[in-house]
């Protein structure tokens, strides 16, 4: 399976598109529904892609440990469920029990939110601050799933979203050398596919 990187488009300093989707439980949710929040993490993810399955735990870890600090999370699968029913909206709501997520798990079905932010893999992270602007997109930590490269043999820490994290929520400010995350490409439907250029 190809490995695909972010593509690190949507510049730092950006607004966070906005966005209504339904929820794993059918709720409707809204960007401006996190506008209190200290810091707002926009995962892009799906059930079965095994660079998901692969930190699966760790998104579940990073909930629990932040969002008692007053940041929120929201997950958003943009995959064609038609052609990949593994990451329909019902088994969505099945992965977000088993994988203990406490946050959001949203259904983007026309891929709009996807495109508007410039999301390429799954898993890609984009980390906004208390004012709305991006201040980190990119990958989560150096690991990644056996066999796909020498980094398989690294720990799942989550060390580059933490780290964005503790910045944001100390008012320190981040460095703009960020890597991006690796993953699956997002199943774009036919004649869906984005041009990121």
Known sequence: M???????R???GSFAPGFRLRDHAGRWVDRADFSSAKALVVMFICNHCPFVKHVRAELARLGRDYQSQGVAFV????NDVEAYPDDSPEKMAIEARDAGYTFPYLFDADQSVAKAYAAACTPDFFVFDGSGRLVYRGQLDDSR?????SASTIPVTGRDLRAALDAVLAGRPLSTDQRPSIGCNIKWKPGNEPDFG
Request: zero cysteines.
């Open 10 to 12: 949507l510049a730092l």
């Open 2 to 8: 190809a490995m695909t990187p972010s593509t690190m």
């Open 75 to 78: 997950a958003i699968n943009s």
């Open 145 to 149: 799933p056996p066999g796909r490269s």
